[in-house]
């Protein structure tokens, strides 16, 4: 794979500038390397954290076209095929017809909601972390359809289920993947 991590970083900034939007970047990009580790992909790493990375490259900019303005964006950079369809797949029935087909892309549709979750649901423990957060307190979070109401429960469930793994299985692995980054992310973010 020809594209490096500063060229990647320098599109997604080019078009993004709010702390938040890149933060869940960040998260995604660091969750996807874990999981490309947990999945047997390890050879596939960068790869995988890159398409995180670069997975909401045109939303801040273009939300009405999010994942249809994608690969206008990301040919900016010659970006391969493999990683224009895996940005563009996990706008899934939501806002392109681009189906999740790897392993990693059903994984990206999968996480990206959920972290979103379990960012919030860890900004309200007293650690403000992930590093001590059950399952258990998750799904009463994700329970409560109030909370983080922007965290769509059907994409999670939908994810969960194009994976073959349980709700529960889901959300440990991706507070696993969330542990994994938090550190990196956060200095990342300091950074921006």
Not at 34 to 57: I, K
């Amino acid at each position: 794979m020809d594209i490096t991590r500063d060229q990647a970083l320098g599109l997604l900034k080019k078009y993004n500038s709010e702390p938040f939007h890149l933060q869940h970047s960040y998260t995604v990009e660091g969750c996807m390397r874990w999981f490309a580790q947990d999945q047997g992909f390890g050879d596939e790493a960068d790869f995988w954290a890159l398409c995180g990375l670069l997975h909401d490259v045109d939303f801040e900019q273009f939300p009405e076209q999010h994942c249809q303005k994608a690969p206008e964006l990301l040919a900016e950079i010659d970006a391969p095929a493999e990683l224009v369809h895996a940005v563009c797949s996990h706008g899934w029935g939501i806002c392109c017809d681009v189906e999740p087909v790897h392993q990693m892309e059903k994984i990206l549709f999968a996480c990206d909601e959920l972290t979103g979750l379990i960012g919030a649901a860890a900004r309200m423990r007293p650690s403000k972390s992930c590093k001590d957060m059950e399952v258990s307190s998750l799904k009463k979070k994700f329970k409560d359809k109030k909370f983080a109401a922007g965290c769509s429960r059907d994409v999670i469930l939908q994810g969960a289920e194009m994976l073959g793994w349980s709700l529960e299985e889901l959300m440990e692995k991706t507070i696993l993947a969330m542990r994994s980054c938090e550190d990196e992310v956060a200095a990342l973010a300091e950074q921006a």
